[in-house]
């Protein structure tokens, strides 16, 4: 465990359990991660007899097909799509300034022992605390506003980035460096050719776990405050009692969840091609 | 060496000193008037209102509620996550014929499932304790397959030498074996708990810190405010640091890990 390591393991472990997963494969998987497609036989019919039994049961759960007539009422009055719209670019946005942000830090700590143990406790802190904690301060002092939602985003998402940078700072090849020097790199040269690639790697596991976090915290914002988006969208079908509405929305958020899994996965791929297995 | 010099040494002063800093600049810059933030109290402004907030018990009742729920919520989440676990990671059928159902279910967002859950469940207790078990089983159930699933071959080779039976093997070699993978989903599992605790109290639950922190806002209390943000990361902390130590007592006395000498 590294010395910041106190907070959620999920963004501290720089080795991730699906990491794992791959390369020691489990007695009598051959296809890898993914379990058989016949597994979804038990939700198939809990979902059918939820249809078929439904309508007696109560106004609180609503037969699925109510659910896709009420999501397709919501597109169709033009409420979904800029919702989804909104959503998508709060993620993006703070997935991005996370990233940024995060390599900046996790170089600055990792490149310098006492920078490090300086800002240990402050950052320690910071990442223990509740995103959802900070969304009211982040509404006292910015509003209920699109920046605030981007800044709550950054602020829970930058973790993981962080710290898989600084570790991988640490376990940079001195060699690198030599070699930098003996071919007479300037600082700007020498961080873009030789540091930054090599960081790549650590910086997008970062990346790759900090994805599903901004986008469950980019919905939470958007219940809690109801600025945008579809989070605010299933906070508002809370308010007005649509039922079938607000399990229409949560479909949704898991249909973004699984594209968010889809397209880190996609990346990762195409990142981690040119390495050799470490 | 005395005993000072020792916890002396252990703390990370600079970084104390940092945060000191920090806090002192914060201080600061509101007094000169340089940071111009309406509503953002100075940090002595905070540390008075925590007083007085302490002082008249309000803080500790809303604390340990808090305490309370994420805890049993936890507890009863990592039941149910390390038996069913247990039963897919050790049953293939089940495994076969369940596992992507559980897949797809976790692909959704517990977070947005709270408004729902306050529909059904109204504004009470039950709502938080709900969506805290809902969240906090799945790392646990995640990690104890996992975990299980990936015990050594050869270990099935040593039950089957050793005549063990099938509880034994269970217990014996199993368990311990996938200890360290169910021992992070657990912990995951405790951080979760927490923020679902917090988000529920925010949203409905009409106790807790989230809710106080809610009502401080609704008041416009800046400071009440900050408070209650700093108790409730000093809790995210102490429950971590506490699982932590736990841990570490429990695993280590009864298996020392190979390799580490400390």
């Known amino acids: 465990m590294t010395t910041l390591g106190v907070g959620p393991a999920d963004a501290a472990s720089p080795v991730e359990p699906g990491e794992r997963r791959r390369t020691t494969p489990a007695r009598g998987t051959r296809t890898g991660s993914l379990p058989p497609l016949r597994g979804l036989l038990p939700l198939v019919v809990f979902l059918a007899s939820w249809q078929l039994v439904a309508s007696r049961l109560s106004p609180f759960f609503p037969p699925p097909s109510d659910w896709a007539s009420a999501l397709l009422d919501l597109s169709r009055s033009g409420v979904l799509l800029p919702a989804a719209f909104a959503t998508v670019i709060t993620f993006l946005l703070g997935l991005v300034a996370a990233s940024v942000l995060g390599t900046v830090l996790g170089l600055a700590v990792g490149a310098s022992a006492r920078t490090d143990r300086a800002l240990q406790p402050t950052l320690e802190y910071a990442r223990a605390m509740p995103p959802a904690a900070v969304v009211p301060i982040a509404t006292l002092l910015l509003g209920f506003t699109g920046t605030m939602k981007v800044v709550v985003v950054t602020s829970a998402a930058i973790w993981s980035i962080l710290l898989n940078t600084r570790s991988g700072v640490r376990q940079l090849n001195p060699v690198m460096f030599e070699m930098a020097r003996s071919l007479q790199l300037g600082r700007f040269e020498r961080v873009r050719k030789v540091t930054f690639p090599a960081l790549l790697p650590s910086i997008f596991l970062g990346v790759r776990v900090a994805a599903p976090v901004a986008l469950v915290i980019t919905l939470l914002v958007e219940i809690l405050t109801q600025v945008d988006g579809v989070g605010a969208l299933i906070a508002q079908s809370q308010r007005n009692y649509e039922f079938a509405q607000g399990y229409g929305l949560i479909l949704v958020a898991g249909l973004f969840a699984l594209l968010v899994n889809a397209l880190v996965s996609m990346l990762q791929a195409r990142v981690m091609r040119h390495r050799p297995p470490a | ?262």
Do not use: C
């Open chain 2, 1 to 262: 060496m005395t005993s000072a010099t020792a916890v002396l040494r252990r703390t990370n002063v600079l970084g104390v000193a940092t945060m000191l800093l920090l806090l002192g600049a914060w201080e600061l810059l509101i007094r000169v008037g340089l940071l111009d933030f309406q509503n953002l109290p100075a940090p002595s402004a905070v540390a008075a209102r925590a007083q007085q907030l302490l002082a008249s018990g309000e803080l500790m009742t809303n604390l340990l509620h808090t305490l309370r729920v994420t805890l049993l919520g936890w507890v009863l989440a990592s039941v149910i996550g390390i038996g069913l676990g247990l039963v897919l990671g050790l049953w293939r059928p089940a495994w076969r014929w369940s596992m992507a159902s559980f897949e797809l279910l976790r692909a959704v967002p517990p977070i947005s499932l709270v408004p729902l859950a306050l529909l059904v469940f109204g504004f009470s207790v039950r709502t938080e304790l709900t969506l805290i078990v809902y969240a906090s089983a799945w790392p646990v159930l995640v990690n104890t397959i996992e975990g299980v699933r990936t015990v050594r071959p050869e270990l099935r080779d040593v039950a089957r030498t050793l005549h063990l039976s099938r509880r034994e093997t269970l217990l014996k070699l199993t368990l311990p074996a996938a200890m360290p993978s169910i021992v992070v989903g657990l912990q995951l599992g405790l951080s979760l708990a927490l923020v679902l605790a917090v988000v529920a109290e925010l949203v409905g639950n009409p106790s807790g810190l989230g809710n106080a922190l809610i009502l401080a806002q609704l008041a416009l209390r800046p400071e009440e405010m900050f408070a209650y943000v700093f108790t409730i990361g000093l809790l995210g902390i102490a429950l971590n640091a506490a699982f932590r130590q736990i841990v570490a007592w429990t695993l280590t006395s009864a298996k020392p890990l190979p390799g580490k000498v400390s």
